[in-house]
């Protein structure tokens, strides 16, 4: 089965500690996507990655940092600079489909919730 | 540059009813738009897409058409269903750029 995995679906912290959020894809990908979402609001950015050891600052990438080593992975690490840790996190990766067009697909998200 | 505008919720509807959701853009150019449905607990799920102006895009019951002199990509259901309840997020990029997505509506729909 293709698909994109994250784990764990539920992760607990205690505040000052950095966390690491697991992201896999088996789709050949090249590009792969982090977000947030806070509750009752949209999502936003955090950082992408267009290929591998290779990636970008989204809108949000203050108190992230992430790795692009293989194509297939894309772990974010939230660290303790992050001020409002606690949310839910959702990675995705996209593929270039036929007339030019991309298509973005998500995984099934991990809850961070840091106390 | 880019963004969506989608209309606020929450949406709460008799099973059956007829739904609409707005959802108007700004883009320079061509963009591609989306919308994606997220169930409770769940990441989000492409519902359906389309690339090109009047393009019309369909799947479960839901369509929504690309219509570049209004900039919009509205989502409509005939009749909806208990099922249906989640939060509808409309979505657009261009090329291999991140997609830019509106602030999403809480559907409800009450048996």
């Known amino acids: 089965d293709g698909g994109i995995t994250q784990s764990p679906k539920y992760l607990f912290r205690k505040e000052g500690q950095n966390v690491t959020l697991s992201c896999e894809q088996n789709?050949?990908?090249?590009?792969m996507y982090w977000y947030r979402q806070d509750p009752g609001q949209g999502l936003r950015l955090i950082y992408y990655?267009?290929?591998?050891?290779?990636?970008q600052k989204g809108d949000i990438a203050e108190g992230y940092s992430v790795s692009r080593e293989k194509k297939e992975s894309f772990p974010l690490t939230v660290t303790s600079a992050q001020k409002n840790p606690t949310a839910f996190y959702l990675c995705a990766s996209s593929t270039r489909l036929a007339g030019g067009f991309y298509e973005q697909y998500f995984g099934p998200g991990t809850r961070l919730t840091v106390t | 540059g880019n963004s969506v505008t989608q209309m606020e919720g929450p949406v709460t509807l008799s099973e059956e009813a007829f739904l609409t959701i707005n959802c108007t853009y700004t883009?320079?150019?061509?963009?591609?738009l989306f919308w994606y449905v997220q169930y409770p607990g769940e990441g989000l799920q492409l519902l359906l897409k389309a690339t090109k102006a009047d393009d019309k895009g369909s799947n479960k019951g839901f369509e929504a058409t690309y219509r570049k002199e209004t900039t919009s990509f509205h989502l409509e259901k005939g009749s909806v269903q208990v099922s249906d309840s989640a939060v509808y997020f409309c979505a657009l990029s261009r090329g291999n750029t991140p997609l830019v997505f509106g602030k999403g509506t809480r559907l409800s729909v009450i048996a």
């Open positions: 789709l050949n990908h090249d590009a």
């Open positions: 883009a320079t150019g061509y963009p591609s």
């Open positions: 990655s267009q290929i591998v050891n290779d990636f």
